[in-house]
C-alpha cells in the first residue's frame, strides 16, 4: 500500500504542476516519490517479480498524469459529432506506456549498476527520450517537463541559451538530488549532510530564477524596426462551419473582418491555420488563376504596402506514376495529389510565398508509419474535418520576405509552435518575427488551446522574437520577446486583434545551438550503456 501511496503522490504532484491550471514549482520533487517506489521494491520488498511491479506502478502514475493534463483530447469530435474516445485514450495509454518503459530501463540500469549510477542514468534516459519524443512521426512532446514554466517567463529567461530542453535537465537534476538527499538522510541521519544538499538543491533551483529575473529587467536588445499586425479571428466552428460555409463566403467574412478593423496602416493582416477554402483545397498549380487569391489582391490593392498572410489547404497533382511522392494518393485513373497544410503570403504583383507545413499532428495529419502500419490498421486515422491520407511536408523552413519594409515572418504552423530547435530553423533563416497560424479550437473550451498559448511564450524567449499569433477562435495574442502576452483576445470571439510588433535580427545561443543538453545526454546514455556491456563482458569473461 504504501508503494501506491508513493505512485499516487508523484501522479498527483506532476499533474499539479502543468500550466495553464497548476503552480509548477511542485515539478522539482514530483519524481521523488515515483523514485522512493522503485528503491524501495528494488531493495526491501519480498515481491517476486519485482521488474513487473514497478513498471505497473508507474505506469499508473504516468497514465493519471496523461488523464489530467491532456483528457482534453476527448473535446475532440468525430463525424456524426460525437466525442471521439479514440483521440483521448490511443495518446494517453501509448505516452503513458513510453514514459514507463523509461522508467523501466532506469530500474533495470540502477539494479545492475547501482543508485549512483542509476541516477545518472535517469537524468540521460529521460531527456534522450524527450528529445526522441520531438523527432519521430508519433511525436507527442506536449508533457516534455521543460514545458512546465511557460507560464512564469520572468522566470525562464535563461531559456535563451539552454532552451526548454535545458529546463527538463534542470527539473531532472533537482528531483535526482532531492531523492538522493532524502536516501542519504534516511542512511545516515547525518544533519550536516542534510543542511549540505539542501543548500547545493535551493541554489541550484534559486540561481537560474536569479539570472532569469536580471535578464528580464536588463533586456535591451535593440530592435531593426516595427511593423503593424493585424491578427485575424474569424471564429469558424470546425466542425459544423469550416468545410460545408461556402469558400467565398468565408473569404468575404474573413475580408470584412480585416476591412472594418483597418483603421491605421497595417503592414501585415494574418489569418489562420487553413483559413482557406473550407471545404477542398487550392491548386499550387494554379495559384496565379485562382478567383480566391485574386479576391485577396484586390482587397490588398485598397490598402497599398500591405501583406496577406494566411493559412490555406493546397494540393499538388501529379499524373506520372513513377514521379510520386511518397505521400501522394490516387484520386481516378492517372491522377494523383498530394495534400498540404500551407502557409502562404500574398502580394499584389508578387509571386505567392508557400510553406508547407512540417510538423503534422499524429493520426491526423499524418499516418505513422504508414508502411508498417497500413497494412494491419487499414485506413483507421482520426478524421476531423481535415484529411484521413498522409499530408506532405517542407524539409526545411522558410521566412516570408515583405517587399515593403524590413519585416520577414516566420510562417509557424499550428502544432509546429512545441518544437523549439524546429523553430530556431525559421529563425536562422531570416525570419525577425515568428507568425503563428493555428485552428486549435478542435477541442472546444478546454485546456489544449490554452497549453498551446502558453508554450507559444517558451518559443518567443528562446528566440527573442516577438510572436503575432492569429487562431480561429482563439486566443489570438501578441507575444514579446521576453515571453509576456502583451494583448489577447477572449476565446469564441469573432474579432482581429492589432499589435505594433518588433523585429530582431540577433540571434540567441539557443537559436545556433538548438537542444544541446539534450545532445551531450544522448552521448552520456550511450557511455553509460557501453560502460554496463564492458563491465558485463568482464565478469563473463572472469566466470568462464
Not at 542514468?121 to 506536449?142: C, D, G, Q, R, V
Not at 514521379?323 to 504583383?349: C, D, H, R, V
Not at 519594409?405 to 515568428?434: H, Q
Request: aromatic fraction near 16%; charge should be positive; proline fraction near 4%.
Amino acid at each position: 500500500m504504501k508503494y501506491v501511496l508513493l505512485t499516487l503522490i508523484s501522479a498527483m504532484l506532476l499533474s499539479v504542476s502543468w500550466p495553464t491550471y497548476g503552480v509548477p514549482f511542485f515539478i522539482f520533487f514530483a519524481l521523488v516519490p515515483l523514485l522512493m517506489m522503485e528503491h524501495g521494491i528494488s531493495k526491501f520488498s519480498s515481491y517476486k517479480r519485482k521488474g513487473w511491479v514497478v513498471f505497473g506502478l508507474s505506469y499508473l502514475c504516468f497514465i493519471i498524469w496523461n488523464i489530467v493534463t491532456t483528457g482534453w483530447l476527448y473535446g475532440s469530435k468525430n463525424p456524426d459529432g460525437s466525442h471521439s474516445m479514440m483521440a483521448v485514450v490511443f495518446p494517453v495509454l501509448v505516452n503513458s506506456l513510453l514514459y514507463s518503459l523509461v522508467f523501466q530501463c532506469y530500474h533495470w540500469y540502477k539494479n545492475a549498476q547501482g543508485t549512483y549510477w542509476g541516477l545518472g542514468f535517469f537524468i540521460a534516459i529521460w531527456m534522450s527520450f524527450e528529445k526522441f519524443h520531438l523527432n519521430w512521426e508519433l511525436t507527442w512532446p506536449w508533457l516534455n517537463l521543460g514545458n512546465v514554466f511557460s507560464d512564469y517567463p520572468k522566470l525562464i529567461q535563461w531559456y535563451d541559451t539552454l532552451g526548454a530542453t535545458g529546463g527538463s535537465f534542470w527539473i531532472l537534476l533537482i528531483n535526482v538530488l532531492i531523492f538522493y538527499t532524502v536516501r542519504t538522510w534516511e542512511a545516515g541521519r547525518k544533519k550536516k549532510d542534510l543542511i549540505k544538499n539542501s543548500s547545493i538543491i535551493a541554489a541550484l533551483i534559486a540561481i537560474p530564477m536569479i539570472i532569469s529575473v536580471i535578464k528580464y529587467n536588463s533586456f535591451n536588445d535593440q530592435p531593426i524596426g516595427q511593423v503593424n499586425i493585424l491578427m485575424l479571428q474569424p471564429d469558424l466552428d470546425p466542425y459544423a462551419e469550416k468545410y460545408s460555409k461556402d469558400s467565398l463566403t468565408i473569404e468575404q467574412d474573413l475580408l470584412t473582418l480585416a476591412g472594418k478593423n483597418s483603421t491605421t496602416k497595417i503592414d501585415y493582416y494574418i489569418a489562420p491555420e487553413t483559413a482557406l477554402p473550407g471545404r477542398g483545397s487550392i491548386s499550387e498549380t494554379g495559384f496565379e488563376k485562382s478567383l480566391l487569391i485574386n479576391n485577396v489582391k484586390e482587397f490588398l490593392s485598397q490598402h497599398p504596402g500591405s501583406v496577406f498572410a494566411t493559412g490555406i489547404s493546397s494540393h499538388r497533382l501529379y499524373f506520372n506514376p513513377t514521379a510520386l511522392p511518397k505521400e501522394a494518393y490516387q484520386i481516378n485513373s492517372g491522377m494523383w495529389a498530394e495534400s498540404y497544410n500551407t502557409a502562404i503570403q500574398i502580394a499584389p504583383q508578387q509571386k505567392v510565398q508557400v510553406y508547407h507545413k512540417g510538423k503534422l499532428v499524429p493520426g491526423v495529419e499524418i499516418f505513422p508509419y504508414m508502411s508498417v502500419l497500413k497494412p494491419i490498421l487499414g485506413d483507421a486515422m482520426l478524421n476531423l474535418g481535415g484529411t484521413v491520407a498522409s499530408l506532405g511536408t517542407d524539409k526545411e523552413r522558410v521566412a516570408f520576405s515583405n517587399p515593403y519594409n524590413k519585416g520577414k515572418i516566420a510562417p509557424i504552423i499550428c502544432y509546429e509552435s512545441i518544437y523549439g530547435e524546429f523553430v530556431t530553423d525559421y529563425v536562422k533563416k531570416g525570419a525577425n518575427f515568428l507568425g503563428i497560424m493555428t485552428n486549435d479550437s478542435w477541442w472546444g473550451v478546454t485546456e489544449g488551446h490554452k497549453q498551446l498559448l502558453s508554450y507559444a511564450k517558451l518559443r518567443a524567449i528562446e528566440t527573442r522574437r516577438e510572436i503575432a499569433r492569429a487562431a480561429n477562435s482563439g486566443i489570438s495574442a501578441h507575444i514579446n520577446a521576453k515571453g509576456e502576452v502583451v494583448a489577447d483576445t477572449f476565446y469564441g470571439d469573432q474579432t482581429a486583434l492589432f499589435a505594433k510588433v518588433n523585429l530582431y535580427e540577433n540571434l540567441t545561443f539557443y537559436s545556433r545551438a538548438g537542444d544541446l543538453l539534450s545532445r551531450f545526454s544522448m552521448f552520456a546514455l550511450g557511455f553509460l550503456l557501453f560502460y554496463y556491456l564492458i563491465k558485463w563482458f568482464q565478469a563473463k569473461t572472469k566466470k568462464a
